[in-house]
């Protein structure tokens, strides 16, 4: 595979049609199928290891008190004690790279360092 420059991104299906040589049309059926899989497996609270790329999974953000900052307010007084509301539950999709694939991003790009 040839090397992208910095900056430069490609559409996965457009690498994968140069790779390959199969046609645009199912290349993206292919890929399409393929992230659409990711996600079903994900959505429904499952794991999702893709030996030597990484894991795709769910994890959650327990519900906790945030403080209401009205500054804004023009009645806002500042010795008055903070009001507080609760900032719901939620959950969200994680992927961690796994072992292969971090040791090619290490060997292959090297860090970039700020003068």
Do not use: W
């Amino acid at each position: 595979m040839d090397k992208i420059k910095p900056g430069h991104t490609r559409s996965i299906r457009k690498i994968v049609r140069d790779e390959t040589g199969v046609d645009r049309e199912t290349v993206k059926v292919v890929i399409d199928s393929f992230m659409r899989a990711v996600m079903d497996e994900v959505i429904t609270g499952k794991t999702l290891h893709l030996k030597g790329f990484g894991t795709f999974r769910i994890k959650q953000k327990n519900a906790r008190r945030q403080k209401i900052l009205s500054v804004q307010n023009p009645l806002f007084n500042p010795r008055e004690p903070f009001k507080y509301e609760m900032k719901p539950a939620y959950c969200f999709p994680v992927f961690i790279p796994g072992k292969e694939f971090k040791e090619e991003v290490r060997k292959n790009i090297k860090p970039k360092l700020k003068p």
